[in-house]
């Protein structure tokens, strides 16, 4: 094994540490594993050698170029790597020219094209003929979705992979590699606590590039004590990021007093505290769909029949965040907020549900009254089922003198509406349905 000289050691860390960490096997390829895992079909590809055009599609630092790079090495093709942002039509037409000479020769040439939906409707035509005649195996990477940036024609002929975000776990997994490998910080005295190595995680949103970078940047710039150790503190990542998001833990205590705080505000009627507090879990990196759930779920509990409309903008909201994410979806987080926290309030149908709740714990069998119940069959009719009720629809008033709760709850009242907003309406029509079916 030829040693590694001063020099060469020297121009191997002139590189990002990502870059230093790339593995040549599966074995150090983190996430994506319902692509890459044992036996799924683009690991077997890939070890095959049996590869097809494809585009590698997913968000920035999920290992797409990874992943190409990877196959650069375990294929037996010539690997020919290509950029779209610094290439036209000229280095296209030159490169095809290359792979056709190799083909005549029974090579097959394997060209990687980052950032494949840079390029314009020209460039991509310009790959077609070659792909459709065998001359090139195409491996394009994108960010974008790829049924609309990529060309009908050419997307036609690749098969699409989805690349995930990165689960924490496997950034977690990343990061002790990079403080262990000696092509990251092997070679030094690097401490950092589980609670940081957690925080940075969780910064990086699943972003790979993210975090490596972020982590050297904070060795570079953690002070080294008189041992020669560098620590990694809480201190320094913050400076490193320049933001607040890593004292936000999702899993910890900080996570339920804000979103308390939101939801205590919207009850509250206060529409600038509800910004405040939904900016801060933004801010923090919080899943903008777990607060578009908790957003849905108050219109109905703190606001529910005083305005109905209230659990259709909290949904339409939800909608918005999943069709957009972020940073666009973080209006309609707030426009949702401030509607709940303008809206009239009534937690009646939260009550009515609570108390219609203990009465089934209590009391979980009773039986359906006689005259609500099915009846199929001649045997149920025999033993009355059905008999005595009274088909709403063909009364005059729309309803029927008809006891529907079981005889033990008969007259119980779980709904008692208020008389805040709409539900003032309601309460006044409840009244008027309970004195017709008492007779009144």
Known sequence: MQQMGLFDEGAMFAQPLASRLRPTDFNGYVGQKHLVGEGKILRSLIEKDMLSSMIFWGPPGVGKTTLARLIAHMSRSEFIDFSAVTSGIKEIKAVMERAETLRKQGLKTILFVDEIHRFNKAQQDAFLPFVEKGSIILIGATTENPSFEINSALLSRCKVFVLKPLEEEDIISLIHTALSDPRGFGGMDVRMEDREISALARFSAGDARTALNTLEMAVNNAPQDREGVIRITKEVLSECTDRRSLLYDKQGEEHYNLISALHKSMRNSDPDAAVYWLSRMLDGGEDPLYI?????????????????????????????????????????????????????????????????????????????????????????????????????????????????????????????????????????????????????
Not at 370 to 378: E, G, K, M, S, V
Not at 382 to 398: F, M, N, P, S, V
Request: glycine residues 4%.
């Open 292 to 440: 578009a759930r908790r957003i849905v779920r108050f219109a109905s509990e703190d606001i529910g029949m005083a305005d109905s409309r209230a659990l259709t903008v909290a949904v339409n909201a939800y909608q918005a965040c999943t069709f957009l994410g972020l940073p666009e979806c973080d209006v309609h987080l707030a426009h949702a907020a401030v509607y709940m926290a303008m809206a009239p309030k009534s937690n009646a149908v939260y009550m009515a549900r609570n108390h219609a709740r203990a009465d089934v714990e209590k009391a979980p069998a009773e039986p359906v009254p006689l005259q609500i119940r099915n009846a199929p069959t001649d045997l149920m009719k025999q033993l009355d089922y059905g008999k005595g009720y009274i088909y709403a629809h063909d009364t005059r008033e729309k309803m029927a003198r008809m006891t529907c709760l079981p005889d033990s709850l008969k007259d119980t009242r779980y709904y008692l509406p208020t008389d805040q907003g709409e539900e003032k309406e309601y309460s006044g029509k409840l009244e008027e349905i309970l004195r017709f079916k008492n007779g009144e």
